[in-house]
């Protein structure tokens, strides 16, 4: 693999734009809960971006890791078309995001920034409490709906008469057959469309549409979570030393400890 470029067409530029309004539904989203951040600016190293991003992509490389540039936004509504270029990591349920532009009045500076995601996988269980629960919540409507469905179907069936020998009908009873198909039928339709419209709603909501059927974060996933950040931290700022970029601050910076305040879900606490 070579190390990952962004083409001149999807390159960052400045770090904010003043078009930027949170009006519209989220269509870039990338998914899941952002679990750790960390960001950095490297002043005056602006015309040595393209260099600065090659060394991280090289860097990257050498760690096994294999990196992305997509288009993502992490707030819940965005204009179209204003979400910016990462680099996406992912590994397992963990995805980290590098984002690396320019900032200042000239864009002279370097901004950096580091993002690690959580994404469970989507929880079996989960997933067919949702089913169960859909279905309760469909079955009075449907008690309501299937109702001329039965009548297009027939609400009476023709009665026989066969003790003489040959059968004639004799009359007409309600036909229980096709009214069971009749509800079954509906109480399916009923349920199909209320899982469309709670995953449109779990997609508007949080950019994914399965988010609320996905595995809790847990002790091993915040291990993960740990080991990509300071894998990704190591590579940002090995690249920068190799350019000898100046620091903000003077001061050495302290390593993040990734993950180490993420709450699982055995530590989060409930909002009452």
């Not at 989203?29 to 060394?55: C, H, M, N, R």
């Not at 590098?98 to 901004?111: A, E, F, N, R």
């Not at 809790?216 to 000898?244: F, I, M």
């Amino acid at each position: 693999m070579t190390s990952p470029n962004v083409s001149n067409s999807t390159k960052p530029q400045a770090m904010y734009d003043a078009a930027e309004r949170y009006i519209l539904p989220q269509v870039f989203g990338i998914g899941g809960e952002v679990a750790d951040f960390w960001s950095t600016v490297f002043p005056d190293a602006g015309t040595k971006q393209d260099d600065y991003e090659q060394l991280v992509g090289a860097a990257i490389q050498q760690s096994g890791l294999v990196a992305r540039t997509e288009r993502v936004s992490f707030g819940q509504g965005v204009l179209l078309g204003k979400a910016r270029p990462f680099y996406t990591i992912r590994r397992g349920s963990v995805t980290g995001t590098v984002y690396i532009g320019k900032l200042g009045q000239d864009l002279s500076d370097i901004y950096v920034s580091l993002r690690v995601l959580f994404l469970g996988t989507v929880s079996f269980a989960k997933t067919v409490v949702l089913w169960m629960l859909l279905t309760f919540i469909a079955a009075f409507p449907a008690l309501l709906v299937f109702i001329p469905v039965w009548g297009i179907m027939g609400f009476l069936k023709k009665t026989y008469d066969c003790s003489a020998g040959n059968c004639y009908v004799n009359g007409q009873e309600i036909d229980p057959q096709n009214g069971i198909v009749a509800y079954l039928g509906t109480l399916i339709v009923l349920t199909l469309l209320f899982m469309v419209a709670f995953h449109l709603w779990s997609w508007w909501r949080y950019g994914d549409s399965q988010a609320l059927v996905r595995e809790d974060l847990d002790e091993l996933h915040r291990d993960d979570l740990s080991a990509l950040g300071l894998e990704l931290y190591t590579a940002l700022n090995a690249a920068a030393d190799r350019l000898d970029f100046k620091r903000l601050s003077a001061e050495p910076q302290a390593t993040p400890s990734f993950g180490a305040t993420t709450h699982t879900n055995r530590t989060h606490k409930r909002r009452i």
